[in-house]
């Protein structure tokens, strides 16, 4: 029994010294748009807005580089480095022009999120003579690789109706066309459809009477 005793102590006298396996550190990364939004791995902002990449190392370290990869849908991927601050947090703010990915790297360790935005076109609509049923269309977005057929829809109730089918220019992005609404007043708006890169682009509605 004293035996047995002695060598129970011996075991834990030698767990109690035994050193703890060292946890690796660590990279985390986070978007969200600039100026509102939730923190996560997906964020979505309109063509021309900014999202800021949040980060940290898990070991707190101030002064450590920090290469951060950004990677464009059919774009020209790059590196940015930045520097973490006192409490090993890093920050970079970006303005993606089309669908865009991001990693973060410090040394060999890699983030194990890869968050990245979704971005729609800027679609614009102006009433030029609502007399004359003239309006003009706006879009800001790449013009390789997004829909350069949009389309006019009015309100009718609680739901929308195409009314008019309108081609851009392809430089420009941009058309002036004519549109027939009945007599009275209405809502309208132009949609640009989802492509490959681009979520699906809507432009604040305009009240126009019809003649």
């Known amino acids: 029994m004293r035996k047995l005793v ?12 035994a050193p703890a396996v ?43 580089a920090v290469d951060i990869t950004v990677t464009p ?3 020209e ?21 089309i669908r865009t990915g991001y990693t973060a790297r410090w040394g060999n360790v890699a983030s194990s999120q890869e968050p990245f935005t979704h ?19 706006t879009m800001a ?13 009015r ?7 195409t009314i008019k089918r309108v081609r851009l220019r392809t430089r420009s992005l941009s058309a002036r066309f004519r549109a027939n609404l009945p007599p009275g007043f209405h809502r309208v708006r132009m949609v640009v459809p989802q492509t490959p890169g681009y979520l699906r682009g809507t432009s604040a509605f305009v009240r126009v009477r019809g003649f």
């Open 141 to 153: 977005a790449q013009p390789a690789h997004v829909s350069r057929v949009v389309y006019m829809e």
């Open 155 to 161: 309100r009718v109730g609680r739901q929308w109706h």
């Open 6 to 17: 002695s060598s129970t102590i011996a075991a834990l006298s030698l767990g109690a010294v």
């Open 119 to 137: 971005v729609r076109p800027k679609v614009g609509l102006r009433v030029i003579s609502a007399r004359l049923g003239l309006f003009r269309v």
């Open 77 to 97: 991927t790059r590196i940015v480095r930045v520097t973490t601050d006192s409490t090993g947090a890093f920050r970079f703010t970006h303005r993606p022009t």
């Open 22 to 64: 060292a946890q690796a550190p660590t990279v985390n990364l986070s978007i969200s748009r600039v100026g509102g939004g939730p923190q996560g791995t997906t964020t979505t902002v309109r063509y021309g807005e900014l999202v800021r990449l949040s980060g940290e190392l898990s070991n707190g370290q101030p002064n450590q």
């Open 73 to 75: 849908y059919r774009g």
